[in-house]
């Protein structure tokens, strides 16, 4: 009667009611910008005030007419001891050589400034030093000398005014670039801002200061009259015939053996080759001759240096090692040569020296004897010489390296200083020891090699040195080093005398 049945499952949609949907979606106001400001009001016065200076009044001073018999006889009774004791005060050699020092007592020898331009191109050493006519102001020249081939470096003539008192000790007051390494450099003995100096590529050329936008007067060129290899030195020699503008002369040495005299001023803003010299290998003794070397071979010339009581006579130090005295009066003209040049070049030598082994670095005649004279060279010796004598009177081995430069005191006769290879500055006082310096410094920026030189010759005090990073230091010297002693000058008669001994 009953059974159980399963029935398919219907399904419908309500009529009345809608299926529900959802979906996503955001909303975002503006974006908000923000800005942080700060504002405060700040009020400042200084004001200074100060009572006017009180002045004390000065004592008024008066002669007093005194016609009393007292001061008449007193008068009577002095004046003749007076008298007498300045008539031997007239003829009195008691202060000969006494200097009244200006400056302040100093004990130390500092270093005053360490100079450099922050422009320069890294590899360019210091090749030269000069002061200028005031002492006041310092040219570096700068260059290499390591150089393989024809030079294509930019180089730079730099000065400072060691005087100012806001040096920039990293920022040259006057740079001037220079087309090619410049090997050396040298002030006019008489105007401040009037300059010399000497290429890679054997140009001599002038400069004047005071004209900041045009410096460059005239250049030598590179001509038959110049020079064909790097010029060594340049220096102004006192024409004792010359007058007004010309005054001075202008001597440049280089490498091809050539001793050029020029005629240079600012005036005629031009340079002319008055006379010339060339140093040749048969100018060396033969038993110093080395090889095969041929007699008419060209010897570069390394340094010069003229006498200070003759100007016509002057010594030379050449690549081959040979020191030689020579004369400006000359008239040994040389044979045919392949040299051209527009004015005849004679044979300066007179007087061949014991030679260096190897390249002479620096010569330079001692300003308080005649015949003495220093060098110093790659042989790591230091020698003075009499010019009465073929070998050295004195001969001084630092062991510290190459010796790139050698200078006199100009305020102390027994004092000279050098430079050398390991980067120190030797200074040596002779009154106190003909062996050993009296002080070593170090002068070279990690320890190179220092090139070159100079004193100042108008501010006693001051000694530059020049080193291969391209480092100036100006060292200030104690009173031990600047001041004379009486009678100093005879420690230099008695290194002479023992030339005729």
């Known amino acids: 009667?009953?059974?159980?049945?399963?029935?398919?499952?219907?399904?419908?949609?309500?009529?009345?009611?809608?299926?529900?949907?959802?979906?996503?979606?955001?909303?975002?106001?503006?974006?908000?910008?923000?800005?942080?400001?700060?504002?405060?009001?700040?009020?400042?016065?200084?004001?200074?005030?100060?009572?006017?200076?009180?002045?004390?009044?000065?004592?008024?001073?008066?002669?007093?007419?005194?016609?009393?018999?007292?001061?008449?006889?007193?008068?009577?009774?002095?004046?003749?001891?007076?008298?007498?004791?300045?008539?031997?005060?007239?003829?009195?050699?008691?202060?000969?050589?006494?200097?009244?020092?200006?400056?302040?007592?100093?004990?130390?020898?500092?270093?005053?400034?360490?100079?450099?331009?922050?422009?320069?191109?890294?590899?360019?050493?210091?090749?030269?030093?000069?002061?200028?006519?005031?002492?006041?102001?310092?040219?570096?020249?700068?260059?290499?000398?390591?150089?393989?081939?024809?030079?294509?470096?930019?180089?730079l003539l730099c000065t400072w005014n060691v005087d100012r008192k806001n040096i920039n000790p990293k920022k040259a007051d006057v740079a001037v670039d220079v087309s090619s390494c410049l090997m050396c450099v040298a002030f006019h003995p008489e105007i401040p801002a009037f300059i010399a100096g000497g290429t890679f590529n054997g140009e001599v050329q002038l400069w004047d200061l005071s004209q900041p936008d045009t410096p460059l007067l005239t250049s030598s060129g590179i001509e038959d009259d110049s020079h064909r290899d790097p010029v060594s030195r340049v220096i102004w020699v006192l024409d004792p015939e010359g007058k007004g503008k010309n005054k001075y002369k202008l001597v440049s040495i280089s490498g091809d053996g050539k001793i050029l005299v020029w005629q240079a001023s600012p005036q005629s803003k031009e340079i002319k080759l008055l006379d010339g010299f060339l140093l040749l290998a048969e100018s060396m003794p033969r038993s110093m001759r080395k090889g095969r070397l041929r007699p008419d071979a060209e010897m570069g010339v390394t340094a010069i240096?003229?006498?200070?009581?003759?100007?016509?006579?002057?010594?030379?130090?050449?690549?081959?090692?040979?020191?030689?005295?020579?004369?400006?009066?000359?008239?040994?003209?040389?044979?045919a040569t392949h040299i051209q040049s527009s004015v005849p070049l004679k044979n300066p030598v007179s007087f061949a020296f014991t030679p260096h082994v190897g390249p002479v670095y620096a010569v330079e005649c001692s300003p308080y004897h005649r015949n003495l004279f220093l060098t110093c060279g790659i042989d790591q010796t230091t020698r003075v010489y009499s010019m009465l004598q073929t070998k050295p009177v004195l001969e001084l081995e630092p062991a510290a390296g190459y010796i790139f430069s050698a200078r006199w005191s100009p305020v102390r006769p027994s004092v000279f200083a050098v430079v050398t290879g390991e980067g120190q500055l030797l200074i040596y006082d002779l009154a106190v020891h003909k062996v050993n310096p009296v002080c070593t410094l170090e002068a070279g920026t990690e320890k190179k090699p220092v090139y070159t030189l100079e004193f100042n010759l108008h501010n006693r005090q001051l000694l530059a040195t020049g080193d291969e990073l391209g480092d100036v230091r100006v060292w200030q010297l104690n009173d031990d080093l600047t001041l004379q002693d009486p009678g100093e000058q005879t420690v230099l008669v008695d290194l002479a005398d023992s030339a005729l001994e």
């Open 1 to 155: 009667m009953f059974s159980d049945e399963t029935l398919d499952v219907i399904e419908f949609k309500s009529s009345w009611k809608k299926e529900r949907r959802v979906r996503d979606s955001s909303t975002q106001t503006s974006e908000i910008i923000t800005n942080d400001v700060a504002a405060q009001s700040v009020d400042r016065h200084e004001v200074e005030v100060q009572t006017d200076e009180v002045y004390e009044k000065a004592t008024p001073y008066r002669f007093v007419n005194d016609k009393s018999q007292e001061l008449r006889d007193f008068l009577e009774r002095v004046e003749p001891m007076l008298h007498t004791q300045l008539e031997k005060n007239l003829h009195s050699h008691a202060f000969d050589g006494y200097d009244v020092n200006w400056h302040e007592e100093t004990k130390t020898v500092t270093c005053v400034h360490t100079l450099s331009h922050a422009d320069l191109e890294p590899g360019l050493n210091v090749t030269g030093l000069s002061w200028n006519s005031t002492g006041s102001t310092v040219a570096v020249s700068y260059g290499r000398f390591d150089h393989e081939d024809w030079c294509t470096h930019k180089s």
């Open 305 to 335: 240096s003229y006498t200070h009581e003759d100007k016509t006579l002057f010594v030379v130090g050449s690549e081959g090692g040979g020191v030689f005295k020579c004369s400006m009066n000359s008239s040994d003209r040389l044979a």
